[in-house]
């Protein structure tokens, strides 16, 4: 994709770089323009890259936080109570809105953000900002057409932007009005409050999409000193670190990000082959929450895809398998403890994370169902139980009952989604989609297919347990006709 503009701008931010005291990046490597392969910049190899090899050095007088910005210096009674509510003096967490962490370190990274953006030539992070995206793939993002792509996803439910608009609304435009003449330079337009906000989010799906967690002194002794993870307890400091951003991520990775006490390293975790792309681990994120948070999504992630089942459905499914009425679930759900009651349940693999090297092994198959959910059902079985004993006569005939309501759970879950499995496959393998609506297709195929191995491995457990439960009876002298009909697998 020819642009001298964004090769240029990729070029003079190298330069930058390079020009920190510490900063190193090796001469193997070196950043490509991959928008080609909607992969924006990334990091690729020129030559074979040996396993070990430090790639490049991050100084943290370059990384941009409270602590490197001029803005909690010049506006410190500011950041001093950033993290309190007005109205109680605590921490309000829940106004973090589309960034998804704890609001004092996004609100406090976001006004450094906007400050050093709107410094321009003045700031020191000029050349950054001129390689970071004005333009985002996360769902924050999207139209409500778009939206509709994803289905049944609960993820569309999870994007969070009327949160955002408070947060922005309450922490950060006040402060860009009551400072003007600290965030504007002399002679420079004020934005309005819209601008400001449009502003707002952009700095704020960038922090999402590429900030990392810098550990405090205080916390240079935990045991995980070597992790970059996102803040998601507000208790490390937050920043942009120039050049690890421009590492692309999947679930197959080959390289690693290191703490040190005055820099940053990333360093090869195998050999790197030339022309392959250097690529860094977010964790194990499914295609959902990978495409909410970062905007795209991956074949390597859907092995962590997950599914989200209501109570409100798995209700239903209760009613289908008892053959029951509204009135005695009812009755039933009063003998529960309706603090302990859960209202969703999430279907996952729970596979291992990649190896050191960064590969992973194994099947992408579902081995367990739902404990939580098998539990809270039990629960509600029992409670039944006890008001007729007649229904539920034993154990055994319970433990049938609560498979047959996972498993039809599992079924009107899949129900929800208008497309089959089989026509998102198509879909994919395709031209027919691109862009947003692919992406969106990968989300809901990824879970299809996961609700699908739910299915079959209820049904797998409810024909063992029949066989089983038949055999107790014969060899007990029961009536040998069988407990339940054997189901047939798809």
Request: glycine letters at 6%; charged letters at 30%; aromatic letters at 8%.
């Amino acid at each position: 994709m020819s642009d001298p503009g964004f090769e240029e701008r990729t070029a003079q931010f190298l330069t930058w770089f390079k020009a920190w005291p510490r900063a190193n990046f090796h001469a193997d490597i070196e950043i490509r323009d991959l928008r080609g392969d909607s992969r924006g910049r990334g990091i690729v190899a020129k030559s074979d890259i040996a396993e070990n090899t430090v790639l490049f050095t991050i100084p943290r007088d370059a990384i941009i936080n409270t602590q490197t910005s001029d803005l909690a210096k010049r506006i410190p009674d500011v950041f001093a109570t950033t993290v309190l509510d007005d109205a109680d003096g605590e921490a309000d967490d829940d106004d973090a809105g589309e960034t998804g962490g704890s609001s004092d370190n996004w609100v406090s990274l976001i006004l450094v953000m906007i400050y050093e953006y709107l410094q321009g030539d003045e700031s020191r992070w000029k050349r950054y900002f001129d390689v970071l995206p004005s333009k985002f793939d996360t769902l924050m993002w999207w139209s409500d057409k778009d939206l509709d792509w994803l289905q049944a996803s609960s993820i569309v439910t999870k994007i969070g932007k009327d949160d955002a608009d408070s947060m922005f609304r309450a922490k950060v435009l006040p402060v860009i009005e009551k400072n003007p003449d600290v965030f504007y330079p002399a002679g420079s337009r004020k934005l309005s409050d819209d601008e400001l906000m449009l502003l707002a989010h952009q700095i704020g799906s960038t922090i999402m999409a590429y900030a990392f967690d810098l550990e405090n002194d205080e916390e240079a002794d935990r045991e995980d000193e070597d992790e970059w993870v996102e803040d998601r307890e507000g208790k490390i400091l937050m920043g942009m670190v120039p050049m690890a951003d421009i590492l692309n991520a999947d679930a197959e990775f080959n390289a690693h990000v290191n703490h040190e006490e005055d820099s940053l390293t990333v360093t090869a975790i195998r050999p790197i082959a030339a022309g392959q792309e250097i690529l860094n681990y977010y964790g194990p994120l499914g295609n959902g929450e990978l495409l909410r948070r970062y905007g795209y999504t991956s074949v390597h992630h859907a092995r962590y895809d997950v599914v989200e089942l209501s109570w409100d459905l798995v209700i239903s499914a209760l009613k289908d398998a008892l053959a029951t009425d509204d009135a005695t679930l009812g009755r039933a759900m009063t003998e529960l403890d309706l603090e302990e009651v859960e209202e969703v349940f999430i279907i996952d693999r729970d596979l291992d994370e990649p190896d050191s090297r960064g590969e992973f092994h194994g099947r992408t198959i579902l081995r367990h169902l739902p404990e939580d959910l098998r539990e809270q059902i039990n629960a509600v079985l029992k409670a039944i139980r006890k008001m007729s004993p007649e229904s539920i006569p034993d154990k055994r005939r319970r433990d049938e009952l609560c498979l047959s309501a996972m498993r039809r759970a599992f079924e009107l879950k899949l129900a929800e989604y208008p497309t089959s499995s089989d026509e998102d496959a198509k879909l994919l393998s395709s031209s027919a989609v691109s862009g947003h609506a692919k992406m969106a297709v990968h989300v809901r195929y990824g879970e299809k297919i996961l609700l699908q191995q739910a299915i079959g491995l209820a049904t797998e457990k409810m024909n063992d347990l029949i066989e089983m439960n038949d055999l107790i009876a014969s060899a007990q002298g029961e009536d040998a006709q069988p407990s339940a009909k054997r189901i047939r697998t798809k």
